[in-house]
């Protein structure tokens, strides 16, 4: 089992490369996860650039080139999105859960690289501050995310009934399993704020995700071929699978 989830870096990095080509496709900025304004001068530029700096972080991940500074531009990328795009419409409208959503998920594809940095190689040439300013991200990252948890969760019991709506009608329970994904957000954000069973959490919440990925984003996606969101939202749920799975590697290698 070891094996499959050390595949975590590779899972976020196919996620981030997704996003780069979704942006290419579509000539335009991802919907939800990057709310640049319309009027943006120079917007297509500015498409051109992210998805191309997306696209080098995710091959510098595959192929081994300078792997940590790859992971490294990716989190500090999501980050500069967070505090550019995400925080000035969250503060300007605190009770829009939307936005709230929108910022946790930026706020946690940023952490999720610096979480996954240490896991790949820093090559013979590194500098002693660049590996402190790995390890310090990664504590920050670490609590950053369980901030991210618990957003998640407070809007899952804020927006009850429309999650409901989410799951598919097969699926029987669904009170429950609404329930049970927002106790595994908190439970996740308490576990990465104390460390606790903190392999056993995140391996479960990478496998919730990878769940949601097969049997949620997956069928929609591929229903509305042409819709953005759809294929974002998937590609977000794929990337938080490899950021909960590279924790739990992280953790199984320190034990």
């Known amino acids: 089992m070891k094996k499959y989830i050390g595949y975590g870096p590779f899972i976020y990095a196919t996620a981030i490369a997704s996003f780069g080509l979704i942006q290419l496709v579509t000539q335009n900025f991802m919907t939800g996860l990057l709310p640049f304004s319309p009027t943006l001068p120079f917007r297509l530029l500015w498409v051109y650039l992210s998805s191309t700096l997306l696209l ?77 300013m790995i390890r310090t991200m990664n504590v920050i990252s670490r609590y950053l995310l369980a901030v991210s948890l618990v957003i998640f969760g407070i809007l899952h019991v804020q927006y009850f009934d429309y999650i409901l709506t989410l799951i598919p009608s097969w699926i029987p329970a669904p009170v429950f399993w609404s329930c049970l994904v927002t106790a595994a957000f908190f439970l996740t954000a308490l576990s990465l704020i104390t460390r606790m069973k903190m392999s056993l959490a995140t391996v479960l919440l990478g496998s919730m995700f990878l769940l949601w990925v097969l049997v949620l984003h997956f069928p929609r996606a591929i229903s509305k071929l042409t819709i953005e969101p759809e294929w974002s939202s998937l590609f977000v749920a794929l990337a938080f699978c490899g950021i909960a799975f590279s924790i739990t590697f992280s953790t199984w290698q320190r034990e």
């Open 56 to 132: 080098l972080a995710a091959a510098g991940i595959f192929f081994s080139i300078k792997p940590q500074k790859a992971a490294a531009t990716a989190g500090a990328l999501f980050f500069f999105f967070f505090l550019v795009l995400h925080v000035p419409k969250v503060l300007s409208n605190v009770h829009d859960g939307g936005e709230w959503a929108a910022a946790a998920e930026a706020l946690s594809l940023g952490c999720g690289a610096f979480l996954i940095a240490p896991l790949l190689p820093n090559g013979v040439s590194a500098k002693p501050e660049w590996d402190r």
